[in-house]
């Protein structure tokens, strides 16, 4: 008894110096109100584990391998404080009193950490516990019971009034555990029954988590032999709605086994959760910092070199090599900023063999932070089933567009997609959002409801074009400039933004090195097959994505005048000649290409030359959808020529600027106003 009391004590103590008592009197007060009158009165008490081993290391060791000791001493002395400070009249007995404790962290040991990899899962002590992972499903929102008073059916018997017998809900304790009907007076044994009006419910949310190592899986670029289990989290009241599907988060929570015979589940309750992204390196590679420095004459050469160079495992540098610019754009620029705004850059590929490019975005894919490749036959954006844990209610499981939040989501070849999917596609490109629909008699509930979810990735795609003049019986395409699509629609492709067509320009002698290349691998797998002054792993790369996307750059006002003044003037033009309208998603399109390139050069400043390129790429990409303008630039603009060696580079860079003043004539003949910051000289 005397330890008993002396951690009570302890508890009190902390509670004073914490500040806990302060926010007890805070929480008591809407408890005041005549009309509310309950079984049970919940308060949630913030407990640091460091703090209370500080005051009384008993009670920090109480707090931290026995919970529900610890909120039983909590709770009493909660209810001497609101009985001493008079704060709730209404609360009579200590059992009225429903302490949580919310525990700030952990201490960083092994001991607290469980990893979702490890099993078995057996009895163990029943304590808190981290853990990092992945929401691949979650259900509606349902109700469960808090807390319930129960009277003996024996008028005689003291404990036929008051609030002597009052259930609350424990960590793994089931419904029928708070309100089932076979609980017997602890004072003269008769029956218990339930007084229903006295019912305290709760919110309650359940979530599936996963190891986030379970998506190596869905890449498809290194198969696995190793299958991953879900861990059911249990989410109660303020916690609901607190974790969003396809993000990662680290949970605080107590492990526990729910009995629902003749099975039982390992679930945890979960007590805490906070936000939680795995740590990547942001440095560059020594090979590429040599790069950057022998570079430094020419905004574009460094991002020329890397992208000649880049998945040079799957295709000869020189090959697709606009292609692999793109990819790296798409993977620098896909993140989420300091504001929790996501940026995303979609891309779609139209090509006349898609097995090297998809090659390309496959090995791509693996540079990401998180890449998910869908597979036609699976679902792409949600799905539902039953809730088997005795609700009944939806389960919402996330697609291949969900899981992939904050990183890629390869589609694949879009010929291999029905129209309805197609539609869906282009729906979740317009909105990036995607509904659910849950029919409610089907699952438990009076109405119908329908649920939105963002989605939060960039889209790679692929499209096989074939010959318009095999097609159609012409001889040329109708408008001077654009492709043949395939199966995609003109509506579909504009909603992906960019649009990259890989044509060969060399025809057999692209076809010849690609041959050799792939034998070579066949035959040679792993020794460098090309003679250069430049080498890069594909580490080399991954480490220089990671770095590039950490990257905050800022729009010059030179940059801006380019993006600006062409979007103006193609506006002007393409509306006059064509009928096309420039949707305001244009800018946001340049803008995304000119922060890419600006990182993928590691520079902060978006440059004048950083808008150039994405001019340059934006133009080819409306240029394949609708036809030629009157900014008359090459099929290939961004890489015109060979970069074998450095007269290569030289002549592409000369190039480029003579596409850079055709861009700004074209601004001053046809931009609004143009004349104001773009002198004719």
């Keep these: 008894m005397a330890d008993i009391l002396s951690l009570k004590e302890a508890a009190l103590v902390y509670l004073d110096r914490s500040g806990g008592l302060q926010k007890l009197v805070e929480d008591c007060k809407p408890f005041s109100d005549p009309q509310q009158v309950e079984a049970v009165y919940r308060l949630c008490i913030s407990v640091n584990p460091s703090d209370v081993i500080e005051v009384d290391p008993v009670l920090g060791d109480c707090v931290l391998h026995n919970p529900l000791a610890a909120t039983a001493l909590f709770k009493s002395v909660c209810f001497l404080a609101i009985k001493t400070l008079s704060l ?103 029956p218990l029954k339930e007084d229903v009006k006295f019912r305290v419910l709760g919110d309650k949310q359940l979530v599936e988590l996963i190891h986030v190592k379970a998506l190596d899986g869905l890449s498809a670029y290194q198969q696995s032999s190793l299958r991953y289990q879900s861990v059911t989290l249990f989410l109660r009241d303020e916690l609901c709605n607190s974790m969003r599907i396809g993000r990662l988060y680290r949970v605080l ?40 420095k022998s570079t430094a004459g020419s905004p574009w050469r460094f991002s020329a070199v890397v992208a000649h160079f880049f998945g040079s495992d799957v295709a000869p540098p020189g090959l697709y090599n606009t292609l692999k610019l793109g990819l790296l754009l798409s993977l620098v620029q896909t993140r989420s900023d300091e504001k929790d705004t996501f940026h995303n850059l979609d891309l779609l590929v139209v090509t006349t063999d898609t097995l090297i490019p998809d090659r390309l975005m496959m090995y791509s894919l693996a540079l990401a932070c998180r890449g998910v490749r869908h597979q036609a036959s699976g679902e792409m954006f949600a799905s539902l089933s039953k809730d088997q844990h005795g609700t009944g209610t939806a389960n919402i499981h996330a697609g291949s567009a969900l899981l992939a939040s904050g990183g890629i989501c390869m589609l694949g070849d879009l010929g291999c997609y029905k129209k309805d999917r197609l539609d869906a596609i282009q729906s979740v490109l317009e909105s990036c959002t995607v509904s659910v629909f849950i029919p409610g008699k089907k699952y438990g509930e009076d109405a119908d409801q329908q649920l939105s979810f963002p989605v939060q990735c960039s889209f790679w795609a692929l499209t096989e074009s074939t010959d318009a003049s095999r097609r159609s019986g012409r001889a040329d395409y109708a408008i001077l400039g654009t492709a043949e699509m395939g199966p995609v629609p003109l509506q579909l492709a504009d909603a992906f933004g960019l649009v990259i067509q890989c044509k060969d320009m060399a025809g057999e002698q692209a076809l010849l090195a690609q041959t050799v290349h792939t034998l070579q691998q066949a035959v040679h797998p792993g020794k460098p097959l090309y003679s250069s002054c430049w080498e890069f792993s594909t580490q080399d790369y991954k480490e220089l994505v990671a770095h590039a996307q950490s990257l905050q750059v800022e729009l010059t006002p030179e940059a801006e005048k380019i993006i600006h003044g062409y979007y ?57 959808k609708h036809g030629a303008s009157a900014l008359v630039i090459p099929p290939d603009a961004v890489f015109p020529c060979d ?39």
């Design 643 to 681: 970069l074998g060696d450095v007269d290569g580079l030289h002549k592409r860079d000369v190039t480029l600027d003579e596409l850079h003043q055709n861009i700004l004539r074209f601004i001053y003949a046809y931009a609004p106003g143009a004349d104001a910051y773009i002198t004719e000289q």
């Design 568 to 624: 103006m003037a193609s506006r002007r033009v393409r509306t006059q000649s064509q009928g096309v309208k420039m949707s305001v998603a244009s800018i946001k399109l340049l803008i995304s290409l000119a922060e890419a390139h600006c990182k993928l050069c590691l520079r902060t400043r978006v440059l004048e030359e950083d808008a150039v390129i994405a001019v340059l790429l934006c133009e080819n990409s409306v240029t394949l």
């Design 253 to 292: 929570g107590i492990p526990a086994h729910v009995h629902q015979w003749p099975s039982i589940t390992w679930s945890v309750e979960a007590n805490s959760v906070q936000p939680w992204e795995p740590e990547y390196p942001h440095k560059v590679s020594a090979s590429f910092q040599k790069l950057l």
């Design 88 to 190: 709730v009249e209404k609360i009579h007995t200590e059992s009225q009193v429903n302490v949580i404790l919310k525990l700030t962290h952990l201490p960083p040991f092994p001991e607290y950490t469980l990893d979702l990899c490890s099993f078995p899962r057996g009895y163990g002590p029943v304590r808190p516990v981290s853990m990092e992972g992945l929401v691949i499903a979650l259900t509606r929102v349902t109700k469960y019971t808090q807390g319930a008073r129960f009277l003996c059916v024996n008028d005689d018997c003291p404990c036929s009034t008051g609030f002597h017998h009052i259930r609350v809900h424990a960590p793994g304790a089931t419904e029928s555990a708070t309100v089932g009907n076979n609980f017997s007076c602890m004072i003269c044994s008769y």
